[in-house]
């Protein structure tokens, strides 16, 4: 969920930003900008919870999506086609990455920080005893 929670954020903004930086045609020729029936954020949340999921092939991973993720991805295409749809989306995770990078190493955009708990575990039975 967080994944798609991303990517959704993500491209919601890519494709605004992507359609005012297309050119525009002259008018006789017609331009493919056809959309697909899996949506952008769908691909890469997938694409994304794979290389989480540890499966070391990818199309046994999609299998799986594809038996048990029906509900969540109602729209998902054949396996050779959805190989397509990455590769034409590989830019644009590309651009996610970086837009990730510089928002987790920008310092002044508060993050999400970690924390040792052992150290604060070990602190409260000390103080008890």
């Known amino acids: 969920m967080c994944y798609f929670v991303?990517?959704?954020?993500?491209?919601k903004a890519f494709v605004q930003w992507w359609q005012k930086m297309l050119?525009?045609?002259?008018?006789?020729?017609?331009?493919?900008?056809r959309s697909t029936r899996l949506?952008?954020?769908?691909?890469?949340?997938?694409?994304?919870?794979?290389?989480e999921s540890g499966y070391g092939c990818f199309k046994d991973y999609y299998r799986l999506v594809m038996f048990h993720h029906r509900?969540?991805?109602?729209?998902?295409?054949?396996?050779?086609?959805?190989?397509?749809?990455?590769?034409r989306t590989f830019g644009i995770?590309?651009?996610?990455?970086?837009?990730l990078r510089d928002w987790l190493l920008c310092p002044?955009?508060?993050s999400a920080g970690f924390m040792d708990s052992n150290s604060l575990f070990s602190s409260t039975i000390r103080e008890r005893s």
Do not use: W
């Open 39 to 51: 949506h952008l954020s769908e691909i890469i949340t997938i694409m994304l919870a794979y290389h």
């Open 93 to 99: 995770v590309m651009m996610l990455f970086a837009a």
């Open 108 to 110: 002044k955009i508060p």
């Open 23 to 33: 050119l525009q045609g002259d008018g006789e020729r017609k331009k493919r900008n």
């Open 71 to 87: 509900k969540e991805f109602p729209h998902l295409v054949s396996y050779d086609r959805f190989v397509a749809l990455m590769k």
């Open 6 to 11: 991303l990517s959704m954020t993500f491209c």
